[in-house]
């Protein structure tokens, strides 16, 4: 297994997709490397592609409170996303691009040892947890995979676009939150 900074630079140079070639940045990703928590989202937008950092637009300032509301700050997660390099006009990442982009995030699972993995969206969920996950009808809901405990909840995009979600989004943080306390407490008292 390689380790972090090799991995980071290799990414950095990857022309393994056509993403490659419109990109500003790498978005590799950003916070604390040895959190047992990693959240995972479908991609950069223009602001992450700008900055290089993951969350970084209204979307992120959103995670942010997201994650303010439940204790927590990138100091104590770790942040990425499926792909790392932003798919023009924002669109959805294309299957290849995903299968492209896995080892990366292969890779910083394999060596961040996340205990708990949260899904931004359903194109993460969709990669990570199951093919045909309807985050309608499946966020909040745990699944065992690996050792791991995973959920998806709304991305903060689709908070933004539809305010209605927000409060089923609030009872999946607290149920997040609940879950960190039972099996990382560390997260809260490190």
């Not at 630079?9 to 990109?23: I, S, V, Y």
């Not at 942010?64 to 100091?75: P, V």
């Not at 290849?96 to 292969?106: G, I, S, T, V, Y």
Request: charge should be neutral.
């Amino acid at each position: 297994m390689t380790d972090w900074i090799t991995l980071q630079n290799d990414c950095m140079n990857c022309r393994k997709c056509a993403l490659h070639e419109t990109r500003h940045n790498v978005v590799f990703g950003v916070g604390n490397v040895h959190s047992p928590v990693l959240l995972i989202g479908e991609g950069p937008g223009e602001q992450e592609d700008l900055k290089g950092e993951p969350f970084v637009g209204p979307a992120g300032k959103l995670l942010d409170d997201m994650l303010e509301l439940i204790d927590l700050d990138r100091t104590k997660v770790y942040i990425a996303n499926i792909v790392k390099c932003r798919p023009p006009r924002n669109r959805d990442p294309q299957n290849q691009e995903q299968d492209a982009c896995r080892p990366w995030l292969d890779a910083q699972i394999q060596l961040i040892q996340p205990k708990i993995i949260i899904c931004l969206g359903r194109i993460a969920a969709m990669g990570l947890i199951k093919p045909d996950f309807k985050i309608t009808r499946e966020h909040g809901t745990w699944f065992d995979i690996d050792g791991r405990r995973y959920m998806a909840i709304y991305h903060p995009s689709a908070l933004l676009r539809d305010p209605s979600k927000r409060p089923e989004t609030f009872v999946d943080l607290r149920e997040i939150r609940g879950e960190i306390r039972r099996i990382c407490p560390e997260v809260y008292h490190g």
